[in-house]
């Protein structure tokens, strides 16, 4: 009996032998292997754009005597320092569309500087204070657009000379 006694003593060192072995292999030590999948998004928003539609007109003016001005609000009203100001024909704001991204919120840049109206043999006159309706933001429609109209004052020089006058603005718009 002592014999088999041996035999199972023996069998069960090499089998308790066996597993620490397994236990302390590195085998034996390395982690489960997990894999988790993610997602990847992007919105494309439509580019916002500016187009202009009427020109500002400050309309038929009389030289005046001294300096005076002649402001057009944003809704086409105009007024001046002097009574200086002819027939209320061809009076308008400027208005221009804005175009881009549903419900998106835009912010509206005006000239900060005066702006030069050249007209005949070299005269000028200068335009500043601009305006806008709406002012400084502004959202888009459910359609993606939006009007801006835009007002400011014009400089008139007393013995202004006769004649047109022209020149260009910026307006700038961006998205919040």
């Given at each position: 009996?002592?014999s ?14 066996l ?7 590195p085998?034996?030590?390395a982690a489960?292997?997990?894999t988790?999948t993610g ?5 494309i ?8 539609v009427?020109?500002?007109?400050f ?6 005597a001294?300096n ?11 007024s001046s320092?002097?009574?200086?100001l002819?027939?209320?024909?061809g009076v308008r704001?400027?208005?221009?569309t804005v ?8 912010t509206?840049t005006?000239?900060s ?8 043999s ?11 309706d709406p002012n ?12 801006l109209?835009?007002g400011a004052t014009?400089h ?15 307006v700038?718009?961006n998205?919040?």
């Open positions: 009996m002592r088999n006694n041996l035999i199972h003593l023996r069998v069960a060192a090499v089998a308790g032998i597993a620490a072995a397994l236990y302390l292999s085998a034996s030590w489960p292997v997990a988790a997602t990847a998004n992007a919105t928003v439509t580019p916002i754009s500016i187009l202009a009427n020109t500002l007109e309309g038929q003016i009389i030289a005046p001294a005076a001005t002649v402001t057009v609000s944003t809704a086409g009203a105009r320092t002097d009574t200086i002819q027939t209320e024909t704001q400027a208005t221009f175009s881009g991204q549903a419900a998106y919120n835009f509206v005006l000239p500087a005066a702006v030069t109206l050249n007209g005949p070299g005269a000028t006159m200068t335009v500043d204070t601009f305006t806008s400084g933001t502004g959202t888009l429609d459910g359609t993606g657009n939006k009007t109209n835009v014009l008139v020089g007393g013995s202004q000379a006769a004649g047109s006058y022209t020149g260009s603005f910026d700038t718009v998205y919040n």
